[in-house]
């Protein structure tokens, strides 16, 4: 035998069951749904394409009244209420009429003077009722304008050295679900809580539409740094294990199948995690309902059921081809042998490499005869 054709030989007998077991794997892996199925598990795909990742740093806190944003009215005078037009968590104008007061001063009738709303906003408290005694002292009714508010995060103070004035975050507020809100790092607090070990950092946020309120949670991911061009996926589209994690992968072929995936992640924040092997371009990964295609076993209906249809005539109970007489007939009778394999391409990038070994080591002993 010439040496080219005993290094092919070699070759195609370490690369066959390579092409084998490869197909096998993935029809193992592959869970086919019918049309109900996937409406019932709410399957939702995203195309694969490489964009900015941020990281980020979590962390929680609350919302707060923004300064200056916030007014009291009280009288100069002595006397008592005798009028009150203002209700609490009502809006009011600047300038609309609040509370009359009426002078002790000696008159029929004494004299009386109007109060009137310092700024606009929604009325926060109202400490006055008409009839009651009040003093220049009192705090009688507050304001606050809450078209803007702080969000002030508690950062672990570890993290801290990361933050920058200028720097956006994204806040998630549980009263407001299923919404984020950008913000933007103003400062950081002067000095650390020794207690919880937090620095407070002070974001301003607007709320043209008030969904924000004085004293609700939120939720930061405050963005500390940015690359291009990185393959991502989905927080929800990753399933398994931290040492065996996985992404199912939208059949190219077959419709309502779905491939297990290996994956190797990278970075995380709290919406994505960075893929760094496993994925091709233009991939659609399921990033809803993939947690319930982990328990869905084979799917609705069988590999066959679904190879059939798709190619029009029959495979075996395992998904692949009946086997022909002659290799060359059955070659030319089914040109998608294995095409259902998602990742199809991997056998033959090792038949490449092996038939590429084999001429060098057929040069090498041409080489050594000359």
């Known amino acids: 035998m010439k040496p080219f054709s005993l290094a092919l030989f070699f070759a195609l007998g370490l690369v066959t069951p390579l092409v084998a077991s490869d197909s096998s794997d993935r029809r193992a892996n592959t869970v086919v749904l019918d049309a109900a199925g996937v409406q019932n598990l709410r399957i939702a795909t995203e195309v694969n394409e490489p964009g900015d990742f941020a990281e980020t740093v979590f962390a929680l806190g609350r919302i707060e009244v923004y300064p200056g944003n916030r007014a009291v009215i009280s009288s100069r005078i002595p006397g008592s209420a005798h009028e009150v037009f ?49 003093s220049p002292d009192d705090t009688l009714a507050e304001i606050i304008d809450l078209s803007e508010v702080y969000a002030l995060a508690r950062v672990p103070e570890q993290l801290a050295s990361q ?4 720097q956006r975050a994204m806040l998630s507020v549980t009263a407001v679900a299923g919404e984020s809100f950008t913000a933007d790092l103003e400062h950081l607090g002067a000095l650390a809580d020794p207690v919880s070990g937090t620095v407070e950092a002070a974001f301003h946020v607007d709320n043209a539409d008030l969904k924000l309120r004085p004293g609700m949670r939120a939720e930061f991911s405050i963005v500390v740094s940015q690359r291009a061009n990185v393959t991502s ?3 929800s589209a990753l399933q398994g294990t931290p040492a065996n994690r996985f992404v199912y992968v939208k059949d190219f072929e077959l419709p309502h199948a779905f491939v297990k995936t290996p994956v190797v992640t990278g970075q995380s924040n709290d919406r994505r ?25 084979g799917g609705t209906l069988s590999l066959k059921e679904a190879l059939d249809a798709a190619h029009g005539h029959e495979h075996n109970a395992d998904g692949s081809e009946i086997s022909r007489s002659s290799g060359a007939s059955d070659a030319a009778a089914h040109p998608h042998e294995d095409a259902h394999d998602h990742h199809g391409s991997t056998p033959w990038k090792i038949l490449s490499a092996v038939l590429f070994l084999a001429l060098v080591g057929v040069s090498f002993l041409k080489s050594r005869q000359r």
Request: aromatic letters at 4%; a neutral charge; glycine letters at 10%.
């Open 86 to 134: 203002i209700k609490i968590d009502h809006a009011v104008e600047k300038g609309q009429p609040a509370i009359v007061i009426e002078s002790r001063q000696v008159g029929h009738p004494p004299p009386r003077i109007t109060l009137n709303a310092p700024i606009t906003g929604l009325v926060s408290a109202v400490e006055v009722v008409p009839g009651q005694p009040v």
């Open 163 to 166: 933050l920058k004035s200028g």
């Open 233 to 235: 996926v989905p927080r």
């Open 273 to 297: 995690v960075e893929i760094l092997n496993g994925l091709l371009p233009f991939d659609e990964v399921v990033t809803r309902g993939a947690y319930s295609l982990a328990f869905a076993g």
